[in-house]
């Protein structure tokens, strides 16, 4: 599966932007998505994860409460619609694709190129 991910800019605090991951390839519903982000001189984290069905979710303590991942199976495509953001919220946005969901980068095979997320103060 290919994953092209898009939607990032500049925001100011308390803004709110919706990134989207669009899938091609193999069957999109057949995976389970994953949102991670990496700050410059950090290591990539863990945003959110969602199910093949969408039906579960679960986020970081940093994007709990502001952030929601959903995904529209028919459209091939995952959503994160980050709310209230912050300054420390800012980094390159990735998206993965696995077999199952969880906070592990090693659970994703396939990866989105990234997109730029910056929130000023």
């Known amino acids: 599966v290919q994953l092209q991910a898009s939607g990032g800019g500049l925001v100011q605090a308390g803004g709110s932007l919706r990134l989207s991951c669009a899938a091609s390839?193999?069957?999109?519903?057949?995976?389970?998505m994953g949102w991670f982000r990496q700050a410059p001189g950090k290591e990539r984290e863990f945003v959110g994860c969602?199910?093949?069905?969408?039906?579960?979710?679960d986020y970081s303590d940093s994007a709990k409460g502001r952030f929601t991942i959903s995904r529209d199976n028919a459209k091939n495509t995952m959503y994160l619609q980050m709310n209230s953001l912050k300054p420390e919220d800012t980094a390159i946005y990735y998206c993965?694709?696995?077999?199952?969901?969880?906070?592990?980068?090693?659970?994703?095979?396939?990866w989105g190129q990234g997109t730029q997320v910056t929130v000023s103060s």
């Open positions: 390839g193999r069957t999109f519903s057949s995976y389970a």
């Open positions: 969602i199910s093949r069905s969408g039906g579960y979710t």
């Open positions: 993965a694709a696995g077999l199952t969901y969880g906070s592990s980068s090693f659970l994703y095979g396939y």
